[in-house]
């Protein structure tokens, strides 16, 4: 199949924010425990975090590391996770019907994320919770000291404030499955409350406000436009969740999982804007997809346990990612880019075992899931500017989305290195895409590298006995001459091109 993509370094979508590579630790599962955290591990540090993940992580490309929850943190009490660990309570953790020993808080969390170099972003409890217990942990974490929160994590071995810019204002709080759930109004009214008294704390935090859960919610789209109508000066950005998988065997609806994202950014967008509008606002309200992912929800894995069974850190949500898991994560990414105007923060859900890139043993290997690959490579070579693109696709017909092109790309433009990176997915099912780049306004410009990740079984999913053969790989059929670039892109496949 022909398909003609223009790239032009006019058309400026925006920057590349690190931010869109930000990823998510909760106290759910192996996520923590014999996830990042494992003392038995003979990588393990002081602390007891495996060195093998971070070194996993930092080869990710992760930015930001939302924590500690998701649903988990609805019922969380923050300062169970302080001071000395053998006088820490055992809590049961409710939304994963689990026990939570304590033995990782906010202290080991961000000792762990300054080793892994990334930014931590903190969710605050708005569901047993409120006001004062955000007050509470945002004072323990940016106060310097001189304070009772604040002196007491100096005396916990924190000299220096953690100075967190990044704040979730609750979790998911329209699910009738979250602990606290609550009405748009009720929700609003709390969210913006809590927004203002953390910024009389410190004034130049970024708060994101809860949007619905996923977009198939029944309100979705009414309860953004009350809680923005609430909240609308006092956060930055307004949440979105989104899990895709394939159901019944229809892989070609699954494929084109990213045109459902499109459309919910542009949903959000537009209802923010609305009410923007409708307020007299100057400000922008912009989007941070703080959960996105394949994850197949309905598998045994992610059942909780129940009854009298409240064990630490059970297998769940531990999804085995194909190939053609790995291709629509890619797209996911492309998504995102492409919206780089209004998504201005995006968590993977999760980081380590639960729904995740990355896998541990406990006390054992580590190794990387399919999805691991193409989430890398966007992270590490997407740089400088998001190029909005001029895409001639043939359509192929889906039962969810009805005629989708089949592909799918964005572009960014480094003006530092003069750098042209051009991520792409051929949705196809049964079709090779014959790709041809028209760079004008580039110039000629050589092929640095061109990968492909792609299977004959797009079914193969990574062990930890062989994580890397099928991963990707140089795709020979790329080359440029004059200003364009060619390449064959075999079906269900994500590629990614360098020009330079
Ligand atoms: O990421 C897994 C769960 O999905 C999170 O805890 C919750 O926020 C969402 O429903």
Not at 50 to 68: A, I, K
Request: glycine residues 8%.
């Amino acid at each position: 199949l022909p398909a003609t993509v223009t790239v032009d370094p006019a058309f400026v979508v925006g920057p590349v924010r690190r931010r869109t590579f930000g990823s998510f630790v909760e106290h759910l599962g192996r996520c923590v425990y014999t996830g990042i955290h494992d003392p038995e591990h003979p990588s393990a540090d002081a602390d007891g975090f495996r060195g093998d993940v971070v070194e996993l992580t930092r080869e990710l490309g992760v930015s930001t590391v939302r924590y500690p929850g998701g649903n988990f943190v609805s019922g969380y009490r923050w300062e169970d996770g302080i001071g000395p660990v053998e006088e820490r309570p055992r809590r049961l953790d409710l939304a994963w019907h689990s026990t939570e020993p304590n033995l990782v808080g906010v202290d080991e969390f961000m000792r762990w994320a300054a080793k892994a170099g990334v930014e931590p972003m903190m969710a605050v409890n708005l569901g047993t919770r409120g006001v004062q217990e955000a007050l509470d942990l945002l004072e323990y974490c940016n106060v310097p000291g001189g304070t009772a929160w604040s002196d007491l994590r100096r005396a916990n071995g924190a000299q220096d404030p953690y100075r967190v810019t990044m704040w979730c204002l609750g979790n998911e709080m329209d699910g009738p499955w979250q602990i606290g759930a609550k009405t748009a109004a009720e929700y609003g009214r709390l969210a913006a409350e809590t927004a203002r008294a953390m910024r009389m704390i410190d004034p130049d935090l970024e708060l994101v406000v809860c949007g619905s859960s996923n977009s198939a919610m029944p309100t979705f789209g009414a309860w953004e436009h009350t809680v923005l109508t609430e909240a609308y000066e006092h956060v930055d950005h307004v949440s979105a969740h989104a899990y895709y998988y394939e159901t019944d065997g229809d892989l070609a609806s699954f494929l084109a999982s990213a045109v459902d994202m499109d459309h919910f950014i542009d949903s959000v967008a537009a209802t923010a804007d609305a009410v923007r509008a409708a307020g007299k606002h100057s400000k922008r309200t912009n989007i941070s997809f703080d959960e996105w992912n394949v994850w197949y929800q309905q598998r045994a894995e992610s059942r909780p346990p129940s009854g009298d069974d409240w064990p630490i850190a059970p297998v769940l949500l531990e999804d085995r990612y194909n190939v053609a898991d790995a291709v629509v994560v890619g797209n996911l990414l492309i998504s995102l880019l492409r919206h780089t105007d209004r998504v201005h923060a995006a968590s993977q859900a999760q980081l380590v075992n639960v729904i995740a890139p990355i896998m541990t043993e406990p006390g054992g290997r580590s190794w990387k899931q399919t999805i691991f690959h193409p989430f890398a490579l966007t992270s590490r070579h997407a740089t400088g500017d998001v190029l909005r693109l001029a895409i001639d696709s043939p359509v192929t017909e889906t039962a969810r989305f009805g005629e989708v092109p089949v592909l799918d790309a964005v572009a960014t433009h480094d003006p530092d290195t003069g750098e042209v990176v051009l991520l792409a997915t051929n949705r196809s099912v049964t079709d090779a895409v014959t790709l041809d780049v028209d760079l004008r306004g580039f110039g000629a410009l050589r092929l640095l590298e061109a990968l492909t990740l792609s299977n004959p079984d797009h079914t193969w999913t990574a062990t930890a006995d062989d994580d890397t053969s099928v991963a990707p790989r140089t795709n020979t059929s790329a080359k440029t001459a004059d200003d364009r670039a060619y390449a064959e892109l075999p079906p269900v496949s994500w590629t990614i091109i360098r020009l330079g």
